[in-house]
């Protein structure tokens, strides 16, 4: 098999299981957290930094769901089973960037990856996140290719695949619908705030020796609770958050 297939091939089955990347990830995280200390022996300074990395990784959710809110139906999907496309998105985010949404899952990760204090880590893991993306953004370009041939060849050429190119800026096709974008990305505002609440307990687990739960943190994670329960009951129950075209 030729590389460009195998590869192709790779990023195909990549793709399918992209949501179990995390729990891979999380056995790293917890024998990089084995030895963990609050910075200069401070609690406060430690929630202060904790904030620090949820902003950042609140970052890359915000450029998700700027790029869902804007994004017609049948495109940035969540889909596994296979590449979706019925549209090429060319304007708004897709016209700086070619993989905003990976972009976005880039910041969420570099976020949890400080809350380790370790650099060496957080390497490791933006080139396991390369490593990983790049095989799944090859399969969708190819996906792309072959569905969209010489209007993809153009965009492409003159688009950045994850590095922003803020010049090339064109304004979104549609306009931005909140209910559309909460759909889409409400599971991953939970995925964060349970992520960062589980580490929290996980390192206060070794540096204590003892299950402790910090009182910040079941506020944060009680509030994401709430908003991802609520938001799945008028999912399921309603028409609410349906957006014609969507």
């Not at 010489?150 to 695949?161: D, R, Y």
């Not at 096709?173 to 599971?187: G, H, P, Q, T, V």
């Not at 996980?202 to 509030?223: K, P, T």
């Amino acid at each position: 098999m030729a590389l460009k297939e195998e590869f192709k091939k790779r990023g195909d089955w990549l793709f399918r299981w992209r949501s179990y990347l995390p729990l891979f990830l999380l056995a790293l995280f917890i024998v990089a957290l084995k030895n963990f200390k609050y910075p200069y022996n401070d609690q406060k300074m430690d929630q202060l930094w904790e904030i620090l990395c949820l902003t950042i990784s609140f970052v890359g959710l915000g450029i998700r769901i700027y790029t869902t809110g804007h994004a017609p139906r049948g495109t940035s999907g969540g889909n596994t089973k296979g590449q979706v496309a019925s549209v090429l998105n060319t304007s708004g985010m897709y016209s700086i960037v070619r993989h905003p949404l990976y972009l976005g899952i880039f910041f969420i990760w570099l976020g949890i990856s400080l809350l380790i204090r370790l650099w060496w880590f957080s390497i490791i893991i933006i080139l396991l996140f390369w490593i990983y993306y790049e095989k799944i953004m090859f399969a969708e370009e190819e996906f792309l290719r072959e569905k969209f041939g010489e209007s993809f060849t153009k965009w492409a050429e003159k688009t950045p695949a994850f590095f922003p190119k803020f010049k090339n800026w064109i304004k979104p096709d549609l306009s931005f619908s909140l209910k559309a974008a909460i759909n889409r990305e409400y599971s991953t505002f939970f995925a964060i705030i349970v992520t960062f609440s589980l580490l929290d307990v996980i390192s206060e687990f070794f540096l204590n020796g003892r299950l402790v739960f910090d009182r910040m943190w079941i506020m944060i994670f009680s509030f994401g609770l709430m908003i991802y329960l609520i938001v799945r009951i008028i999912k399921k129950y309603t028409t609410l958050l349906k957006v014609e075209g969507r």
